[in-house]
């Protein structure tokens, strides 16, 4: 005795292919957010490194970590880099 199997119709691989591109659809959506706002590197990890070259730069100066001087140190490092931002945004180079 022969069987036979059923042969979808060509509505089954239209249905098929709107049913995956709607979840297409959906997943871009839902993913929209995350990708417009997506950052290579996060701020807080970049004021980390900043943090860690300023100190051990200052140390390098010889000013132990926590003194005065070495707060100090910093804190006239960020505004030396602060100078160096207006002075490249005051001549459109970034």
């Not at 005795?1 to 089954?12: C, D, H, K, L, N």
């Not at 950052?39 to 990890?45: G, M």
């Not at 070259?53 to 960020?78: P, R, V, Y």
Request: one cysteine or more.
């Amino acid at each position: 005795m022969a069987t036979y199997r059923s042969v979808p119709g060509p509505g089954t691989y239209h249905s098929l292919t709107v049913g995956l591109v709607i979840a297409a659809v959906i997943a871009a959506v839902g993913l929209m957010p995350r990708l417009v706002n997506f950052r290579p590197f996060d701020e807080q990890v970049i004021t980390l490194q900043i943090e860690r070259e300023d100190s051990a730069q200052c140390e390098k100066f010889g000013f132990a970590l926590g003194s005065s001087q070495n707060i100090t140190c910093k804190a006239d490092l960020g505004a030396l880099r602060q100078g160096h931002e207006d002075l490249l945004i005051a001549h459109s180079w970034r």
